[in-house]
């Protein structure tokens, strides 16, 4: 009875005192995972977290830009950028070399800068290689490299669009071109979320989406690719053949104001900008202004025909082929006699033009060409985009008068010209030129009366026949009219001597014009310089192959009835 | 009040919660395995989208119309049709 009291006693004893450690430590337990006591909580919380919780970024594309078809212009592709933290990196000179030739470095280069960097934690080994490659550089299973994955921008119409799309930088921030201008519209910005993953790195959790990922919206571009591509190849052959420096071609849309295409040369590669000139990037036909020479003189004469003091078949002495206004001869290759004013736009006449200018007021033609858009901006939104020049005075002597009339004194961009040309071959409507996919027809602005515009187109029509000053110009199947040009270069000392830029600007069809077109070549160097020669046959190609491709009826075609063709061998494939 | 002195009453309870948890961890588990195969899903969708891009850019370069142009001239011996060879059909009376 004592010994089992006895013992009783000392359990009990033992027992608290077992329980009470077992106390203590649950205790401890508690103040550690529930009360936070000295941070064991949120060092537990977070220790977790650190483990399952991972913010993800949700990456956003750039945004495409296509032709008004649909055709991709410019697309973000993903590629993958190889990094390593040298101070993780394991890697024998034999993998390194093999990294090396993998990706075409000097193994010198990288070794060295392997070791200037090898007590940081971030070098960059190559961006942006393409996914399989860098496939091939994983295989090498070096460690301490890693891959990220990021965008690159690719033009798949390479030169053909250059200048007008521009480029990216290696951040793809738009540097030149629609890139940089719609930069914000083309630009995603990336979301990021945080998330909750299991121990296969398997996302099984979302907790919150701290940012949105907004994908870049598209562009739609006004160019119609095959236009383009056709009038890039034109332009770069006459511009090789003559030895040019430069040239730019503009097609407008006469009834949308669309361009449909606008070219440059010299041109760059955008997919691989190693080699680029700076000279080529310039978007000629937008930042490059030109005295207009001889194609402004239908403008002239109609803001004459408006004035009331002319018509058409007026006749106009030229006689004896020269004129002196000031202490200025200006002169005509051949003295044309009594002309009208029609046969003056046919042989593109200085001394009948001067006359025609001189019989007018001050103000009549200089207001004439501020109602076509001269010397103001056409609001494209295309950087870098100039308004030329056109002066403005309270008195104009009689040679500034003259000079004005046939394009001197007065500077154009390409694309102000063909806006112009538009006007005249629209009925005396201005439409608003656009660079983008316009979804319906701008409103237009009445700035001439029909009957005056009309009137000079058909005194374009008469230049491109047999007498005219560009016969190269006509095509087999549709009539066209328009006007060459053909005027000294301006350079920083004035007027440069035996340099010149050769001109035309035209529509067809001619009888109800679809399309207007501007040629621009740079300081042709072989003997012909002239618009008629230079520019003309351009345009007669560009033309008559962008309307067979808009599917514009032929006018200078016979028409057949649909028998007629039964009995014909044409093969119509279906 | 022989409500509270049913002896069944807490087993029946028990059995009850007992049923609700292993349907809330069913579920979670299920929500979890669905939610994992929707985000193999959308990963699979931007790499389609990734490989719809690439196809794109193959399409363009295959059919960039100056190999359209070589292909068609040298190869195939195509020229555009000449002023005679076309005949324009008027449709309609």
Known sequence: MLASLKFHWRFAVV???????FAVLVIRMMLIQVVDIDGGLSFLQ???????VRMETIPANRGMITDRNGQPLAVSTPVVTIWANPKKMQASPEQIRQLAKLLEQPYQRLHKKLQRYKNKQFVYIQRKISPALAEAVFALKISGIYGREEYRRFYPAGEVTSQLLGFTNVDNVGQEGFELAYDSWLQGSDGSRKVVKDLFHRTIKVINHIEEAKPGNDLVLSIDLRLQYLAYKELKSVVKHHRADGGTAVILDVHSGEVLAMVNQPSFNPNDRRNMEI????????????????????????AALESGKVHAHSKIDTRPGYVKVG???LLDPVNYGVIDVTKVITKSSQVGMTKIALSL??????GMYMRMGFGQYLQTGFPGERTGRLPERTKWRPIERATLAFGNGVSVTALQLAQAYAIMANHGEKIPVSLLLQDEIPASEKVVDAQYADAVLEMLKTVVK???TAKKAQTESYSVAGKTGTSHKVGRRGYEDGKYLSLFAGMAPADNPRLVAVIVVDDPKGKEYYGGEVAAPVFSKIMSGSLRMLNVVPDKLTTNSPSAVSRSNYVAGR | MNFLENKKLPWVLWLAISATCFAVILTSYNARQRFIEWQFLLSDAQAFEVEWGQLLLEKSTMASYSRLEQIAADKLNMTAPSKQQIVVVKVGY
């Open chain 1, 46 to 52: 977070g220790q977790g977290k650190a483990r399952t």
């Open chain 1, 15 to 21: 027992a608290a005192f077992l329980m009470l450690l």
């Open chain 1, 361 to 366: 007021d001050q103000e009549t033609i200089p």
């Open chain 1, 327 to 329: 202490r200025k001869t």
């Open chain 1, 466 to 468: 047999p007498g005219g």
């Open chain 1, 279 to 302: 000279a080529s990037v310039r978007n000629r036909a937008l930042t490059d202004v030109f005295e207009p020479g001889s194609t402004v003189k239908p403008i002239a004469v109609m």
